[in-house]
Nanobody, 122 residues
Framework: QVQLVESGGGLVQAGDSLRLSCAAS????????MGWFRQAPGKEREFVAC????????YYADSVKGRFTISRDNAKNTVSLQMNTLKPEDTAVYYC???????????????WGQGTQVTVSS
């Protein structure tokens, strides 16, 4: 089991930056891939980014590539999402996720956090 708790959401203006953090705990947290998803009102939850267990491989959705950066600190069991040049369309609830398999982390991860709201005003 992996437990995930997000923090860092808030209200910002377009063009601003925001950093989300996710604290992971549990027996397999350090060996799991970690990722971020988001869900805007009235839309399906969508993949944002993921990172390998050792932090050497990252993968991003086209919509955030070049603006968002995912990173992890295995010593602290945390994963972060640095979001720059935010746009109103980035407004969503952002969820941290974890899964041991790359084939699942981008589609249907086994573990989810409770989510944190990010609102970008124009």
């Amino acid at each position: 089991q992996v437990q995930l708790v997000e923090s860092g959401g808030g209200l910002v203006q377009a063009g601003d930056s925001l950093r989300l953090s996710c604290a992971a705990s549990g027996r397999t947290s350090s060996s799991s891939l970690m990722g971020w998803f988001r869900q805007a009102p009235g839309k399906e939850r969508e993949f944002v980014a993921c990172i390998s267990s050792d932090g050497t491989f990252t993968y991003y959705a086209d919509s955030v590539k070049g603006r968002f950066t995912i990173s992890r600190d295995n010593a602290k069991n945390t994963v972060s999402l640095q979001m720059n040049t935010l746009k109103p369309e980035d407004t969503a609830v952002y969820y941290c996720a974890a899964d041991p398999l790359f084939t699942r982390i981008r589609v249907r991860p086994a573990y989810w956090g409770q989510g944190t709201q990010v609102t970008v005003s124009s």
